[in-house]
């Protein structure tokens, strides 16, 4: 057995859709489970990567060992509904396979940036369809153990956005999924009408997709816009002026500025309708103390009664 080489200090921003993210020490790239779990066996501790587009990676980079899932892009089918896929298949590849055979199920994957690894961990959706009701086994690296578990869909115990993966700890190899036979002409149009709508509200320049889960029944964008946040912006990114729940980089932008606009945008949205927003994107990597501040005020849930020496200093005007 030929140990899976390092890349050696490989800058992050190519691999986050945000394009913010400073050196990664080692990443690796598995391209079979057997070799993800020869890797993972023989390292204390990862961080894991799919596509990266829910994940803000801080501008001084990720320490230590990454493995990136991207290469891990295999298709099989199991039966005439069933279909296997390797962790790092990006969704518009899944949406195609299963688009392929006539299945129905998969067609908001078309649109979402992510693999399938990301969708497990965050059940991702779309369309009124989410990753949820099509996944029937996940397969499993457990750090803990260091063994590969099989996982049912209950055991994932999805939610909004969120299921029982944890960070780091909890590897997807791989994801069989259960489609519906459907009608190929109607699985395209809404394939094609995903893709129409997405070019239409969704912005072009780098970003990490919706920043704030929505607070049901409202929606984090239509919350944001009514107060005039398309216009705000901080150092080198902004909320974009197409969608208000998106921050876009301008091009200089770091995670610092997405996590300062963030918490304006949490703050602003409890200041006038008492809501407190939760991040859907995920931070990772080599944190300063700054952001370590920001990114715990963006995870309370409570903000009534808030201490305002806790609150970073440009914003307490608002408190
Ligand atoms: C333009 C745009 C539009 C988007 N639209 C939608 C949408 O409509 N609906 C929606 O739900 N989301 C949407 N997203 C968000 C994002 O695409 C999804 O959350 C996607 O599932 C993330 O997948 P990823 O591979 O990019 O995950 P990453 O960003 O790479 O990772 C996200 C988290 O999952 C973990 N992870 C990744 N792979 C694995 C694995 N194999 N095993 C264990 N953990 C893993 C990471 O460690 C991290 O914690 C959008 C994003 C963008 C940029």
Redesign the pocket.
Known sequence: MIALRAQESLSAAPYS?YRIGGPIDRAYFPCSMNEAVDLLKGLDAVT????????LIASRGIRGDVLI?RKMDWVESVSSTGLIFG?GVHLAKSAAAAQKVSLHGAEYMI?????M???V??N???LGQETAQVVQRVWVFERESKTVQVWSANECQFQY?HSA?E??K???LQVECEFAPGNLAEITQMMEGSIAFRKAH?PTEP????VFKNPKPETAGALLDEMGAKSWTEGGVRVSPMHANFIVNTGEGTSTDVLRLMVRMKASVFERHGLTLQPEN?LMGDITEEEARLWSYLQRRDLSGIDVSEVPEFLRGLF
Do not use: F, Q, Y
């Open positions: 859709t894991v990567l799919g596509w990266g587009s829910n994940s899932t962790a649109g979402i940036p992510g693999t690894g990301g969708a961990r965050m991702a959706g779309a956005r993966l960070p780091n909890h590897i997807v969704h970003n990490g997709g919706s995920i």
